[in-house]
């Protein structure tokens, strides 16, 4: 189930930046629509990407009551986007309720299980959960595979141990991927195209590496390379 396409974060503030981004590319690309140009633009944007012929990650998160997550869940199997996220610790009866919301479509329902911003220190004190990091992260991958989730968010460092718990068909798609000598911004458990690789990723999701790169078609193209292992 490894897609080989890096998923280009179109982390803009608005649709005409957002776009802009995109008529630099003549291929096909798989690009991941967040909170922050979502909640700015809406579906027409996302309706607008799928008609340039882009597959897209729908990067919102849904985390509330299993009904709500339901009927949430059937507006989005309309857009026809590839994948979309709920958070695992809204639990294993909401996670099937966003299954549920998305059976009339083709779109793969993945669950976040500790953000790449968290360290392990913050989520024992803030969170008040006493286990590590990698057991707090391959708990909420088994819930949302008994849940009937196709995969998880994680960290590249958890991404072995999670195909181990839950095969190597279940999709781990790893944020917080950088070139070597990149600055890791304001996430905390990076890694490089190339060590997701050899740990077992299904998708890697880049940003402003790309994005916010000088040259971001050449940036790409570098990043794709590294991950295919050319």
Not at 63 to 79: Q, W, Y
Not at 95 to 106: H, N, P, Q, V, W
Not at 112 to 125: A, D, F, G, H, I
Not at 130 to 148: M, W
């Amino acid at each position: 189930m490894r897609n080989e396409r890096p998923i280009i974060a179109l982390d803009f503030p608005a649709k005409e930046q957002a776009l802009q981004f995109l008529g630099q590319f003549e291929e096909s690309l798989f690009v991941k629509v967040g909170m922050e140009l979502f909640y700015q633009e809406g579906p027409e944007l996302v309706r607008e990407i799928n008609r340039l012929g882009h597959d897209i990650f729908l990067d919102l998160k849904l985390h509330d009551i299993p009904n709500t997550v339901e009927s949430a869940m059937r507006g989005i199997a309309k857009l026809d986007v590839a994948m979309v996220n709920v958070h695992a610790t809204g639990g294993i009866e909401m996670m099937r309720a966003a299954k549920r919301g998305l059976k009339s479509s083709d779109t793969q329902l993945i669950a976040v299980t500790q953000l790449t911003s968290t360290s392990e220190e913050q989520m024992q004190r803030e969170q008040m959960i006493s286990a590590s990091l990698e057991e707090s992260v391959v708990h909420y991958a088994r819930l949302a595979d008994e849940a009937g989730l196709d995969g998880v968010v994680c960290s590249v460092h958890e991404s072995e141990a999670i195909g181990d718990a839950c095969g190597e068909e279940f999709l781990r798609v790893t944020p917080g991927i950088r070139p070597a000598q990149a600055s890791v911004d304001d996430q905390k458990r990076v890694a490089t195209p190339a060590e997701a690789s050899r740990q077992g990723s299904t998708h890697i999701v880049v940003g402003r590496a790309i994005t916010k790169a000088a040259n971001p078609k050449d940036s790409y193209q570098q990043i794709l390379a590294e991950w295919s292992g050319q």
